[in-house]
């Protein structure tokens, strides 16, 4: 038997069928393509079966497809596995009926997968492949990806580090890689074994190494390409006024590349704490097009059928709060009056839900160490504990920025280091500015970092407020 398989040039889902070979004798389709009904047909019509393995919600079954999908399937009661939970769940019935068991050697690929679809871990059969899968890394590519993030993962192999450090190598790749990138990366995957030349070092190397290297190289250039393209879209935010609107809607047009447009739109309902929708006009649709990604602290759960109960927009398809959608650029304008008044009482205020609330002087190492231990239980919607401490007073001379191009703003306080990642010297200047000493209320996660023995303990800042500006001679 001959598996020829193929990827999409872009960011792109389901099936395009002038790309499937006349003389195939079975399409197989994971994670994508239940709601592709015509191309169902078309293949069907061609003499060619297919079987879907997905799990994103569609309207029907398909008359001219086999389609595995769990949410179609009102006796399967778990519907937080993803695609290629599904495909994982097809190998085993595969392995029964062939008399093998091949299916759980690669749980390590059903756990990251699991993880970069935000699936959530509160299912138990789901966090128990993600367990299963995490604690038994098989994939010589996945190994040599944990291997190159050691530094950044602390050698920590769980949902959080992976999901910081390890997907979105493998992301990068899928979003902005040329089609060669990605190949070698597919080829990696399936462990081909090859070498690959290194023309800096004029030596042949194993595949893994030159893909888990490169795979950081892309992920670098994707962040050169989202920094440059968020500066412009914060700039239209701003005058614009877009903020001004209960959720945030930009058009993107001709400012940010297609493949990055739900990257982008994580990035910024995460800085302004609401919903978000992207879109650019497409050309051969004559319509807006793009993207979703819903806030999960806000007051719509569920985005995507909030939107699609305006019925305004075409369609609104995937996932409650990571979709694709099309609308008229009329339709766009009255959805977004229809929005702003369903949502006139929500105030977007950027506050932060936490768990605790603890006074500066009396937070103690012991109960950073306390919530520190359960790092490996966090994921998506069993989230790491957010602490909001009161009441700081730091002497601004105290308060410093390191790092060459990533900037780490940092103090410490009672022991304890305070560090906000991702930082620069605009925000250090402002908060150094202020006066000798200043009062701060943070909210952050607990964290210890060990290095050489010795434990350093920290918050990770997600946020603050300058509350007091004081003289430095009231600080003890």
């Known amino acids: 038997m001959k598996i020829r398989w193929r990827l999409h040039e872009g960011k792109e889902h389901g099936i395009i069928v002038e790309t499937v070979p006349k003389d195939v004798d079975l399409v197989v389709v994971p994670d994508a393509g239940s709601n592709d009904y015509e191309q169902h047909k078309q293949l069907h019509d061609m003499g060619i079966p297919v079987i879907i393995l997905d799990h994103h919600d569609c309207e029907k ?47 390590d690929l059903v756990a990251i997968g699991n993880i970069a679809d935000s699936q959530d871990m509160r299912s138990l059969e789901t966090r128990y492949y993600v367990n299963k899968g995490l604690s038994n890394i098989q994939n010589k590519l996945l190994s040599a990806i944990y291997k190159k993030q050691e530094y950044s993962t602390k050698g920590k192999i769980n949902i959080t580090s992976t999901s910081f450090y390890i997907n979105p190598l493998i992301n990068a790749c899928i979003r902005v890689g ?198 490996d239980i966090w994921g998506y919607k069993v989230e790491e504990p957010l602490v909001a401490i009161e009441n700081i007073e730091i002497n601004t001379e105290d308060i410093y920025l390191n790092g060459k191009t990533s900037k780490t703003l940092k103090f410490t306080y009672k022991n304890i280091d305070y560090i906000k990642y991702f930082s620069n010297e605009d925000e250090w200047n402002e908060l150094v500015n202020k006066g000798e000493c200043i009062v701060l209320n943070v909210v952050g996660r607990c964290g210890i970092n060990e290095y050489q023995g010795k434990k350093t303990y920290q918050i990770i800042i997600e946020d603050y407020s300058v509350t007091k500006v004081k003289e430095k001679e009231f600080v003890f």
């Open 61 to 107: 079954e398909s008359e001219h497809a086999i389609v595995v999908n769990s949410q179609l399937s009102p006796e399967y009661e778990n519907k937080q596995l993803s695609g290629v939970g599904i495909t994982y769940k097809f190998m085993k019935v595969l392995d029964e009926l062939l008399g093998v068991s091949y299916a759980d050697d690669y749980l």
């Open 178 to 375: 040329t089609m060669e990138e990605k190949t070698q990366m597919m080829n990696a995957f399936l462990e081909t074994d090859e070498k690959i030349y290194y023309k800096r070092n004029d030596v042949y190397e194993d595949i893994y190494t030159n893909t888990a290297r490169l795979l950081g190289n892309i992920k670098a250039r994707q962040g050169r390409m989202r920094d440059k393209s968020l500066l412009l879209i914060e700039e239209k935010i701003s005058n614009k006024n877009l903020l001004e609107n209960k959720l945030l809607i930009v058009n993107v047009t001709n400012l940010l590349d297609k493949n990055l447009t739900g990257l982008v739109a994580n990035s910024l309902k995460d800085q302004y704490k609401r919903g978000t929708i992207l879109v650019r006009y497409n050309d051969v649709e004559q319509a807006m097009t793009g993207s979703i990604r819903g806030y999960d602290k806000s007051e719509v759960k569920d985005l995507k059928t909030f939107l699609q109960q305006t019925g305004k927009f075409d369609f609104v398809e995937g996932h409650s709060n990571a979709a694709g959608l099309k609308i008229s650029p009329q339709n766009l304008i009255e959805a977004n009056e229809i929005i702003n008044e369903r949502l006139k009482y929500i105030d977007n205020d950027g506050t932060h839900e936490v768990d605790f609330i603890v006074n500066s002087k009396k937070l103690t190492k012991k109960f950073i160490k306390e919530v520190s231990e359960y790092q």
